[in-house]
């Protein structure tokens, strides 16, 4: 996240419409039912498509994002679907997620270089209470081959083998590279190159 520009998302936000659309991302929705009630913090929450989803679905909501502009659309959108949401301009580098404190902690085409995003998923595992649940897609390098969204280098995608290392303490119910079409808005159109993970912290003896 710190090497990209603050304006260039507040730019991206601020232009007419949903860049990502305003429903929420197909992976989060197939596994919903498996997420364990409470509180959630979505990272790199945007415009808030997957923060109202989680609210409409009776979660305690904090998204957080860089973006301010991206989040006041998200509490444009939480209004519109009469819910609440909370909302913090944080970057993820610096931003403490507290030990233990989240039910939920979900992910979605958050691309962060490797050095922020390391430990922002080590924080995000320490994060979750005992049972609760990380919830992560993202683009894979071979994403720059259909050139239909994510991050214009490598650098900035995941593969599951460095995440299965960034996110040790979990216990991998959903682990895997696919291929999917991805219609979520106009930033991610077409066929895609994706990781998927589901995982849940193991509950305590």
Known sequence: MTENPWHRWDERYGRPGWAYGTEPNGFLISVADRLPAGRALCLGGGEGRNAVFLAQRGFDVTAVDWSAVGLEKAQQLAVEHEVAIRTEVADLASFTIDSGAWDVIISIFCHLPPGTRAPV???AVAGLKPGGALVLEAYTPRQLGYGTGGPPTADLMMT???LEGELAGIDFAIAC?????VGEGSCHTGRGAVVQILGFKPSAP
Not at 177 to 181: P, W, Y
């Open 121 to 123: 998923h080590r924080a």
């Open 160 to 162: 599951l083998s460095e």
């Open 177 to 181: 590279e696919t291929e999917r079409s």
